[in-house]
């Protein structure tokens, strides 16, 4: 059997959006994670960036379960002595709203140069407007 290598001109890459709001955040960075990888593709490649654009709307409106809220905490070290910060949900999404939504999609996504390619196709806004109109992204329900 032969492996297919599919070049970088041959590939159609389709723009998709999905609306956040109210969804839960795992079953929104699951399926935005699947979409940038191109496991809905047929000519899905481990090794290659064959995934789609994914717009993500009204990502400061993602829901959680439970006390995630407030017990669910988002650690990040500076790199200086007694540098580790740590900002539960509430606070990152007051500070930073697209920030979780990024962080849980990034650690569904493999690790290296293809994972931060991934990443490069990802578009995240905190409100309901984007600027990816002429693209004419599908919406993607969750």
Do not use: C
């Amino acid at each position: 059997m032969k492996t297919i290598f599919v070049k970088d001109y041959e590939q159609k890459r389709n723009w998709y959006v999905i609306d956040a709001a109210g969804k839960p955040l795992g079953r929104v960075a699951a399926k935005a994670a699947s979409v940038l990888r191109g496991k809905n593709k047929a000519t899905f490649t481990p090794n290659q960036n064959m995934g789609d654009y994914v717009v993500i709307i009204n990502a400061d409106k993602v829901a959680v379960t439970g006390n995630k809220e407030e017990d669910k905490l988002y650690r990040h070290y500076t790199g200086f002595v007694r540098g580790l910060r740590s900002y539960s949900f509430a606070k990152l999404i007051e500070k930073k709203p697209t920030e979780p939504l990024k962080i849980t999609i990034n650690g569904m996504l493999p690790n290296g140069r293809l994972g931060r390619a991934l990443m490069g196709n990802l578009k995240v806004y905190a409100g309901a407007e984007h600027p990816h109109t002429a693209q004419n992204p599908q919406p993607l329900e969750v």
